[in-house]
C-alpha cells in the first residue's frame, strides 16, 4: 500500500513563494505518474498540476501555469510543487496524489492513492 505525506504548506503574502514537498513509501514511485490537487472552502478540488513517471512532461491547471512549477526526484521518492507569485485565490488544501499509470492524469477522480493535504493560506 502506498502512503503519501506531504508538507510545506503555511501562511505566505501575496507575491510571496512556498514549496511544497510529498514523500511517498514503497519503490514503485517512479512507475507512476504524480499530481496535485488543491480543494479551496465551498470549491470542488481542482487539479493544479501533473506530472508524468519520470518528470519529462507536466500539465499545470491555466490559473497557476506560469507561477507553479511541479516536479519530482525519484531517488528520493519526493515530489514538489514550487509556488511562486501566489494569490488569495490559491487558498487551499493541496493534496498529492498518485496517478492510475505512467503518464500525466487530469481527471482527479482517477488518481488511486492521496496524501492527508497540507493548508496554504495566502494573505490579501
Known amino acids: 500500500q502506498v502512503q503519501l505525506v506531504e508538507s510545506g504548506g503555511g501562511l505566505v503574502q501575496t507575491g510571496g513563494s512556498l514549496r511544497l514537498s510529498c514523500v511517498a513509501s514503497g519503490r514503485t514511485f517512479g512507475l507512476f505518474g504524480m499530481g496535485w490537487i488543491r480543494q479551496a472552502a465551498g470549491k470542488e478540488r481542482e487539479l493544479v498540476a501533473s506530472?508524468?513517471?519520470?518528470?519529462?512532461?507536466?500539465y499545470y491547471a491555466d490559473s497557476v501555469k506560469a507561477r507553479f512549477i511541479i516536479s519530482r526526484d525519484n531517488a528520493q521518492n519526493t515530489m514538489y510543487l514550487q509556488m511562486r507569485s501566489v494569490k488569495p485565490e490559491d487558498t487551499a488544501i493541496y493534496y498529492c496524489?498518485?496517478?492510475?499509470?505512467?503518464?500525466?492524469?487530469?481527471?482527479?477522480?482517477?488518481?488511486?492513492?492521496w496524501g492527508q493535504g497540507t493548508q496554504v493560506t495566502v494573505s490579501s
Open positions: 506530472i508524468t513517471w519520470s518528470g519529462g512532461s507536466t
Open positions: 496524489a498518485r496517478a492510475p499509470g505512467p503518464g500525466v492524469e487530469r481527471d482527479t477522480a482517477s488518481y488511486d492513492y
